[in-house]
Nanobody, 123 residues
Framework: QVQLVESGGGLVQAGGSSRLSCAVS????????MGWFRQGSGKEREFVAI????????VYGDSVKGRFTISKDNAKNTVYLQMNSLKSEDTAVYYC????????????????WGQGTQVTVSS
């Protein structure tokens, strides 16, 4: 059974940085995609970034491009989201997610989800 456990987040000042981690376990093979999504209060879940487990290239949402970086440590089975130059509009619950097969930017395509971690950016 695939499990995703997030850590990090919390309260950070605007302009500051924070790093989220997502530990992955229970996956049966390595052809999968890891993604970060977020959901602000009263908003729909929004794509943030994705990365293939066996590749280095990543894709980012327009609202975070140039400020956020997704990375992975295959040996630790962990995916990270480094968030820099944070803005108040980045305040949301952040979720990591996983899907087997082809990549997707759509939250609906992801079967496995972490519990979510709150990031609050104070201005």
């Amino acid at each position: 059974q695939v499990q995703l456990v997030e850590s990090g987040g919390g309260l950070v000042q605007a302009g500051g940085s924070s790093r989220l981690s997502c530990a992955v376990s229970g996956h049966s093979f390595n052809s999968f995609t890891m993604g970060w999504f977020r959901q602000g209060s009263g908003k729909e879940r929004e794509f943030v970034a994705i990365i293939r487990w066996t590749a280095e290239s990543a894709v980012y949402g327009d609202s975070v491009k140039g400020r956020f970086t997704i990375s992975k440590d295959n040996a630790k089975n962990t995916v990270y989201l480094q968030m820099n130059s944070l803005k108040s509009e980045d305040t949301a619950v952040y979720y990591c997610a996983m899907k087997y097969g082809s990549t997707s930017l759509s939250a609906g395509a992801y079967l496995y989800w972490g519990q979510g971690t709150q990031v609050t950016v104070s201005s």
